[in-house]
């Protein structure tokens, strides 16, 4: 379900990006060897057990109006040596459905904080009080959507925030299959999923009694080093109060403003307004 990618802002954007683990694996990467795209011949493409599971995940935070949660998210990079190199990042997320949204990333890495209210987004670098500021569009689906292509912004929990996560999961599923059960993982029993979507191979763990994702691990078909991702989830809480003010920063709105662009392009004229171009999708 995490499709968890990386990318790069340059001057503020850069350091933001970092943070928030926008998208940077790209489709130029070797494909694997022949040998690791072999499945087992008596494995169904996609078991039904195993997509009841990701549904009623999905179901389940579909239809909460209001959520937080805590992501931490670890990641492979290469190193000069060769092995790659563990880093990661812990969010706090806050979101009430349909256009309300706060990402508060205190590190690993430079502070970021990210808000939208249903008309605004906001980018904010609080160690060098600049922020990126945007008309959005009024859903946090299209919001998301709009932050990709303008300034290459990607959370790596993006698919537990969306309307409806399945959607996005089956729209290029090709393999689900059950894997059993863990009591190792969030501290309660849950499902192991392990699905492929959108060129991406996951393994995901699904709290067997609440329906919340523990964990997920993913890693790219296209990536010839196999390095993987990784997003914890804890401290779930759907449907509780939301603090007033909790989708706005007067520090952020009083920042020094950067445009709110990606940093090989011109900033647009409006985040709400369709890209001149770039990625007609979020990946």
Request: no cysteine.
């Amino acid at each position: 379900m995490m499709a968890v990618r990386r990318g790069l802002f340059e001057a503020l954007l850069v350091t933001l990006s970092l943070v928030l683990g926008a998208a940077s694996i790209d489709a130029q990467q070797a494909p694997p060897p022949a040998a690791a795209k072999a499945a087992p011949t008596d494995v169904p493409p996609l078991e039904p057990k195993a997509i009841e599971i990701l549904k009623a995940s999905s179901r389940r935070l579909a239809a909460a109006r209001a959520m937080s949660f805590t992501a931490l998210v670890s990641y492979e990079s290469p190193s000069r040596p060769g092995p790659p190199l563990l880093y990661t990042t812990k969010s706090d997320v806050t979101l009430q459905r349909p256009d309300k949204l706060r990402v508060i990333t205190p590190g690993d890495g430079p502070a970021s904080e990210f808000y939208y209210d249903g008309k605004t987004a906001i980018a904010f670098a609080p160690a060098e009080n600049l922020a990126a500021v945007a008309d959005a569009p009024p859903t946090i689906d299209a919001m998301l959507e709009a932050a990709f292509q303008y300034a290459a912004i990607y959370f790596p929990f993006t698919d537990v925030m969306v309307a409806d996560p399945y959607a996005d999961i089956a729209k290029g599923l090709e393999l689900a299959f059950y894997i059993g059960q863990s009591r190792m993982v969030g501290g309660t029993t849950t499902d192991m999923v392990a699905y492929a979507s959108h060129g991406v191979l996951v393994q995901i763990w699904i709290g067997a009694n609440d329906k919340l994702p523990r964990m997920a691990r993913a890693v790219f078909a296209k990536d010839a080093s196999q390095m993987r991702h990784q997003v914890e989830f804890s401290n779930w809480k759907l449907d509780g109060a939301v603090p007033p003010g909790a989708f706005a920063s007067s520090r952020a709105t009083s920042a020094k403003r950067i445009p709110f662009a990606r940093p090989d392009q011109s900033p647009p004229p409006s985040m709400g307004a369709p890209a001149a171009s770039g990625p007609s999708k979020t990946p």
